[in-house]
């Protein structure tokens, strides 16, 4: 119909369909991931991914290829599978144990009917080398070279399937060629296409790293603290679990920005923030860590009442405090002072949590400071 009435070429077409299939797909993995996420479902994307990327592909291979079964024309959408393949193999870089694909050729040979056929066994085989070829540039592959590998692996194993299929389908060498050719062209746009993707979803993580975490040391900011310390502070009051939270900042910092230099201060920051992530990192990666103001930090203990925080507390206190930093062959003295607390049935909002914490850090301060204080 769209080449009779409209007077556009089935190929140009084929183009826009399958593009809007592979941008159907980022939709709704995007849509997919956020769910998740918002739910507080601890799935790795990179899995989420695999997973959706496979049962999507393959439910667009079946669904095309449905209509098609027991015909001699059965061979027609075979450049859209083997585009669904690479998408899957290359850019989706999903790896497939030969344990989980080879049932699936089978399945896929049955429902088309053609399992009884030599040529579609040799198409099946070298249909699964195609996508081991195909992951494997894409897991070593040389950034100088990664087109070119690209486009001849697509070029080799492209030509040899449909080979097979020319010879099952007695097909003439014209059509062989041409559907050869369309899928080369397919596979260039499908490159660029996906690249161009890539590299605005790129742009649009490192903008909202950017937003997110502290630029100097490389910690969550305070708009991140201040999220999700609504949502920890609103989940423990509905479910009666315990929630604790240190405050520290660095003694005399001004001191050491006026002696030092503001990039003697930046070291210090950097210092403070990784042994502290260093000591969390080594107890509990579920405790939260935030840069909320110049040399004020916050750790967030979810599920932890106030004795549960004193060993680590303790730690991160001690590590502080017992090092040095140095600077252009100086070494400046650190010390801090803490501020510790707990949630309590009287709290309402997050803010009451975070002010006792913040009286409790001016009180060490303000009483010999190098001090903790917890209530």
């Not at 941008?23 to 769910?35: A, E, G, H, I």
């Not at 699964?128 to 990664?146: P, W």
């Not at 900042?249 to 930046?266: C, E, M, P």
Request: with cysteine; hydrophobic share 45%; aromatic share 18%.
């Amino acid at each position: 119909m769209t080449w009779h009435v409209w007077q556009v070429s089935p190929f140009i077409t084929s183009i826009f369909f399958i593009l809007g299939v592979f941008t159907l797909y980022q939709v709704l993995y995007d849509w997919l991931k956020s769910v998740m996420h918002l739910k507080k479902i601890n799935v790795d994307d990179d899995r989420l991914n695999a997973v959706f990327g496979v049962l999507y592909m393959l439910i667009f291979i079946f669904s095309m290829q449905s209509t098609l079964v027991g015909k001699t024309i059965s061979w027609e959408f075979m450049n859209f599978q083997i585009i669904a393949l690479v998408f899957c193999a290359y850019f989706l870089n999903i790896h497939m144990p030969y344990r989980i694909f080879i049932p699936i050729v089978l399945i896929y040979m049955i429902f088309n009917a053609s399992i009884g056929y030599w040529e579609s066994w040799c198409h099946a085989w070298t249909l699964i080398m195609c996508y081991e070829s195909f992951n494997h540039i894409r897991r070593f592959q040389n950034d100088k070279f990664q087109f070119i590998n690209y486009i001849l692996v697509g070029i080799c194993f492209g030509g040899l399937m449909w080979f097979f299929v020319k010879i099952k389908f007695n097909l003439t060498w014209a059509t062989f060629y041409e559907e050869w050719f369309y899928l080369i062209i397919f596979e260039i746009l499908l490159y660029s296409y996906v690249n161009m993707i890539l590299r605005d979803s790129k742009l649009k993580l490192h903008s909202v790293e950017f937003a997110n975490h502290d630029a100097l040391t490389k910690i969550e900011n305070y708009a991140v603290y201040n999220s999700k310390m609504k949502y920890l502070f609103d989940t423990s009051r509905r479910n009666n679990l315990h929630l604790s939270m240190m405050m520290f900042d660095i003694d005399h910092f001004k001191h050491v920005n006026d002696t030092y230099g503001h990039l003697a201060g930046d070291q210090v920051l950097q210092h403070v923030a990784d042994i502290t992530q260093t000591v969390i990192n080594a107890n509990d990666p579920h405790i939260k860590f935030y840069r909320t103001g110049g040399e004020e930090f916050n750790v967030v203990f979810p599920g932890y009442d106030l004795d549960a925080t004193k060993v680590i507390v303790q730690q991160i206190f001690a590590a502080i405090n017992n090092t040095k930093v140095n600077y252009n062959g100086t070494d400046i003295n650190i010390s801090i002072s803490m501020g510790v607390s707990a949630i309590s049935e009287a709290d309402m909002r997050p803010n009451d949590l975070y002010s006792r914490v913040d009286d409790n850090l001016y009180h060490s301060k303000n009483n010999g400071r190098m001090q903790i204080t917890a209530d």
